[in-house]
């Protein structure tokens, strides 16, 4: 009491001991005044600490007996909570809740939503709390007791100071007990892990197959998203009047929505995918080691994708085309708006894959495991694809191990130079602006040479932009030669109608600029002197650089990559608008007769190129 | 003091309050009588907790005044460790330690070792400690005091209920005052991120160099290297001394000593490299986008490296050479105990480069900066390549957000088919496991067909192998039909003269086998059926696949890749060995004339390949 009542006035918070017995509860008028004490006591803002009254207390070894009414401190938290019809009861433990067994084994797995059918038979407890009765044991009966009677309870651990006001704003932490628990969950919650293990297995059996199979299976899939066509648009349109009741953004409930003819497309889509030229296996290299020995590095599936996805319901299909044609395993988490159209897409394809394969090929993850529980799965997943906003790209890239392709920036700049041809600058600058501002490859910065500040072009471009709707701001030389509001940032995406426009000596200027304040996404030079565009084709350090084109044409479809998994700002692996080349590996072969080192004496190495033959 | 008290009981630990004044101070024999007292306690396990005697005090506002002798917490336990001869003062505080600003400042940077004549006068201090008198000034001044007069002081976080822990294992935490500490540290450290962004910045212009110009200057390194000879020879057997004297392992030795020839071996390797052809800016696919619009997608350095490498001094030199070829900036960061080899090579190499790119192209930590500081520098290093242990290559895997180019694990297999020709199965069985057993790509596990576990084939390797010192161990039916010791995990990498044999039914069984316990670094099948061979080249899914040749070929420079940088079991970017490739990336570059996109209105797509054209 002594420490719960220096903590609390460290707060600021008074605290009142109040010890109680057995006997105490057994008399009516002592349970009528309890809950008006209570009252009082938190009307007045001081917090009530209950405690068996020790001294008093007749009870004895065993404590827990039939004659009691509580007999530790669970049992008389879960009585209290029942006597003063609390809205929820918190047990903090050493733990972080319930596991399905010993806590110490790494093979116990937290258990999120207590379902007494189900788990009652399951759980080995481990041991006993070290401080006090009780433990796990004395938890469980206590919470499955008073969420029966209505009163949920949250056992989670005591050590985290936070825990109890995450508990409070509805965060998934601990052991939830709730007497409709039952109700909610699916009788078998699938992991997470094991169906990355089982989408690994079945992209082996899928990547051993002839390339004709795996050319079939796709179409065998295209025809059946069209023969389930009524199917699929009567869940989606399920989804769709869900999102309209429940007040979604009208943006959110388009992008939601499978358009008439969209099933068709999607199922054309995969056919043209499934016709591509089969991009597992392809000798990428061939080199002769020594005689008889020769080497080939070929490409190869990288293993299992996680696809992290926002509403849109049609890029399940579109990237379970480029997975499967890539050999890759699966793993899918869309929206939960989606969640209907998602499973009969899900249903239709995987049905669609031969048992050879297996339908677990890819795994639509529908129970509750959340983004960061799936994040942390870095030994059975490779990579990590998120679609979606850049908010989703950047929470994921700073909270998991595995590796994650995305852009979650998308700062492209446009420099005209003094040579360039002014009626094509004003066309591309318009384009990139106005074509879909809310792309990343939208321009955010327009860059003027300084010899064309004092020319008309750089009023008309000013008048064209306005009149478009768009909001101009300038870095400090264009907003006090142009008067327009100063740009809070160079690094800065609108994602909107509005851009940034400033004044540069010359095209090492722009590069500088560029490469300081940009996101490295696209970013392009209107010239007509090619020295200076060659300068800056290969001194921005950009995933793209172009050349009097519009930075709009940065995209997958348009680079002819067919479908598009996103587009990479990462350095490393694939960069850029990736198609099925960024969900590829390589693998090395190597074909002996019977080869050995043997300190490098035993064979003499040719290292002849044969990639060429 | 009663949460001091409640918390020691928790603990089983008594604890003793004095409460002392000025006064107390003035008092000789109060003094020598401290000692005794504080010493008594502490051989009854008691901790003494000092406070000032508050009702007793007749200290007033302004608390700090030239009569006082301690007038706060800190000044009090500096004078405390004066008298009691403390062997070290931790102060702990609310903030990680000293900053060279205020710690809510993001540009304010933790200071590791305070040194008078560097920070007092650089430091900004923030506001007071929200808990009591003093603050962050009061602590500093306390510990200067202490220092100068001989007792180490740590100021660190009391938040972090291991902190004291840390400290009294020598970790590196918090801020450190001792009175030696300007003669420890360079009189100016440069930061880590500094040389990153310093390395990135020339990288950029390197890149920007002719390609012959770039040839050009590691021609010069070379040069340089053969010409300060006997000056890196003198440093190198400096190092070399230290190591012997102080007793480090004959093989780290060994590791350390640059050979006789050494420095022009690795200047020939230097002018190798140099006559490459150049990797920066090949043209690995070229697409026609629309008439006029054309696409190239071209190799391009990563950025900036950073290699953390043990102690070969020539892994400098090798990596230097890769770095520079492949236009990259890099960061080194080598064992202490090559401290001075690699000083005079970095000097060497450094200084042959060119103004026109700058010396910082290549950044040697040398300071006190340590590995987990540089391992979260994720947003100016691209790529971390640990050159070591694969203790270090594990433990900087799993610390950092930075992509990991290497391996951990690398546990190989060899199956021996029954259609094997077993005189090569022998070879090649004997070569990969006794070649060089401490090798990555040497053989843990040898499968063998159940078809010759009764054969005397598998008699006589067992012979052979236990005839080379190879201690073998078995699975659970080689074990059993061998009479050999049963290993403990399949998933075991020996790195020594041992490994584990077992029986499997047939090829898929070894497939299976290799994918679930092989780390996919090297495996090779010894099979003279090709259907068989086949199906094991393809579905084995590891960086490496071998037919009919010892594993020990998997090997950068066995491969013909020029210089290695190391093998990556990794499935993203690159796999297996590594050579310059692995240390490019690629850029999107459009060439156009004026193009625009229009809602794909503008252009009519023709996406015709020119690559091969």
Redesign the interface.
Known sequence: M??Y???FSQLDVTSAQLLVTDNDFRDRDFRKQLTETVKSLLALKVIPVFNENDAVSTRKAPYEDSSGIFWDNDSLSALLALELKADLLVLLSDVEGLYSGPPSDPESKLIHTYIKEKHQNEITFGDKSRVGRGGMTAKVKASVHAAEAGIPVIITSGYAAENIIKVLQGQRIGTLFHKDAHKWAPVKEVDAREMAVAARDCS?RL??LPSEERKQIMLNIADALEANEKEIRTENEADVAAAQEAGYEKSLVARLFLKPGKITSLANNMRTIANMDDPI?RVLKR?E?ADG?I?EKISSP??VLLIVFESRPDALVQIASLAIRSGNGLLLKGGKEAKRSNAILHKVITEAIPDTVGGKLIGLVTTRAEIPELLKLDDVI??VIPRGSNQLVSQIK?ST?I?VLGHADGICHVYIDKSA?LE?AR??V???KI?YPAGCNAMETLLVHKDLADKNWLNDIIVDLRTEGVTLYGGPKASSLLNIPQARSFHHEYSSLACTIEIVDDVYAAIDHI?LYGSAHTDSI?AEDHEVAD?F???V??????????T???DGA???LGAEVGISTS???A???VGVDGLL????????????????K?VS?T?RDLTAT
Do not use: C, E
Request: charged content about 25%; aromatic content about 6%.
């Open positions: 002594a420490i009542d220096s903590l082996r990547q051993a296996g080199t080691l020995l080497l990288i293993g490779d990579l700073s191990k590796p041809n094509m066309r591309i318009l384009d990139a074509d490469n209107v300068a084709l290969r001194q350090d950009s995933a793209a650089v172009f050349h009097n084109a519009s709009r044409f940065s348009r680079f002819g350095r490393i692996h960069r850029g608008p590996t390589t693998r090395w072969i190597l074909k002996g007769s019977g080869q050995i080192v043997d300190g490098d035993a190495y290292h």
